[in-house]
């Protein structure tokens, strides 16, 4: 699966398309220059207010920065074990019970991690 860049990673990508400093940008959306650092890796979320004017400043929209920085679709992967034919049902069942395992322990870790600041996107 490919993967995507956090909201921070688009803005810096785009930042540089756009061949702007980052103190430019930040002069632009009227915010410090570390502000804007933060945000582009990832350890801080901008408000509202400043994701939009650094669209703006981009000549993009808030919308566009933040699909961009979506992450995909994950498959059912619970139904694509159920379905398979060449599992048997203790299989079946032993896998989705690791999945689920699996896929709890990342999303608490990703609350952790957030909890405490640490920004890293979900999926990275």
């Known amino acids: 699966m490919e993967e995507t860049l956090s909201l921070g990673e688009i803005i810096r990508q785009q930042r540089r398309l756009a061949e ?4 430019q940008l930040a002069g632009m959306v ?3 220059n570390p502000y804007l650092s933060q945000i582009e ?5 901008p408000s509202q207010r400043v994701l939009h004017a650094i669209a703006a400043s981009l000549r993009t929209t ?4 933040v699909a961009q920085a979506e992450v995909p679709e994950a498959p059912d992967v619970l ?3 159920a379905a398979d034919p060449n599992l048997t049902a203790r299989q079946r069942q032993a896998l989705g019970e690791v999945y ?4 709890e322990a990342t999303i ?3 609350g952790r991690r957030s909890a405490n ?6 999926g990275a």
């Open 30 to 32: 009227g915010i410090s």
């Open 117 to 122: 600041g640490n920004g890293k996107r979900p």
């Open 100 to 103: 689920r395992a699996m896929t």
């Open 108 to 110: 608490t870790r990703r």
């Open 41 to 45: 890796r990832g350890l801080r979320a």
């Open 79 to 81: 139904a694509v074990i």
């Open 62 to 65: 808030a919308d566009s920065l």
């Open 20 to 23: 702007l400093s980052m103190r």
